[in-house]
């Protein structure tokens, strides 16, 4: 059992281990400014960002994206339920839909400036937005798809429709609702990055667009590896939360 995780882990790894080997071999010797040495980088990135500016840009701009993922995924969830169980209602409101996921996120900003100005809730309001849309058509298409004998089942029983929706609907739905949730969270990392760069007095994109104004390149560079780095935590917790809420779905997979 070991030695298997030893491997996976070591597979894993292999990517951004090479990627970084390449980075090093390639950018030692390398004169171009916007293109310096990753030791150069890498000593940027321990100035700024490992105590220097975690409390007034990483812990602020990571709150936000987390509040509006968590926003969005919610009202992804409740809306897809309704638009998915009451069909009329779902092609009523399908127009409105597909054209809220057609807006590209970044023509939002300035909108949400004007409206909300630039404080937290505008940018929360508009990650929410652009993360709601995958798990909203995730769970319409879930709902959709239940069995048919399922409903049949609870009727049978008599479920009450809380039960129906917290006993059989969103266990059912789980598997593309979360699948969903994956794309969501790409979505409003994208989008905490676009945020900051248009319409914030901090957080890392502000911080990285003022080192590439300012042509600071290391500062930058630090910036971009620190958004590599939060990604793939971020989408690690996410396997975590996945692994335990859908231990169910993993096993019968498993078993197939």
């Not at 409206?115 to 990650?127: E, Q």
């Not at 959709?144 to 049949?152: A, C, I, K, N, T």
């Not at 993993?250 to 197939?256: D, E, T, V």
Request: positive net charge.
């Amino acid at each position: 059992m070991m030695a298997r995780h030893l491997r996976r882990l070591a597979l894993t790894a292999l990517l951004p281990v090479a990627v970084l080997v390449a980075w090093w071999v390639t950018s030692a010797q390398s004169t171009s400014p916007y293109y310096p040495p990753l030791s150069q980088v890498l000593d940027t990135f321990r100035t700024t960002w490992v105590f220097a500016r975690v409390p007034s840009d990483v812990v602020p701009g990571v709150s936000r994206m987390a509040a509006g993922y968590a926003l969005g995924t919610l009202a992804g969830v409740a809306v897809g339920v309704v638009l998915g169980r009451f069909r009329p209602l779902g092609r009523a409101l399908n127009p409105a839909v597909q054209f809220g996921r057609s807006l590209p996120g970044a023509t939002l900003v300035p909108i949400s400036v004007l409206v909300f100005g630039i404080g937290d809730f505008g940018k929360i309001v508009v990650i929410g937005f652009i993360a709601m849309f995958p798990v909203l058509l995730n769970t319409i298409d879930a709902v959709r798809s239940l069995d048919p004998q399922v409903e049949d089942v609870c009727r049978v029983f008599r479920l009450t429709p809380a039960q129906r929706l917290l006993s059989v609907l969103l266990p059912a739905s789980g598997p593309q609702i979360v699948s969903g949730m994956r794309v969501s969270l790409q979505l409003a990392f994208i989008m905490m990055v676009v945020t900051e760069m248009f319409a914030s007095t901090n957080g890392i994109g502000r911080v990285t667009v003022e080192a590439k104004s300012t042509f600071d390149m290391p500062a930058m560079w630090s910036g971009m590896l620190l958004l590599g780095i939060l990604g793939i935590a971020s989408n690690g917790l996410l396997l975590i939360f996945q692994r335990r809420v859908l231990r169910w779905h993993s096993g019968l997979m498993k078993g197939i």
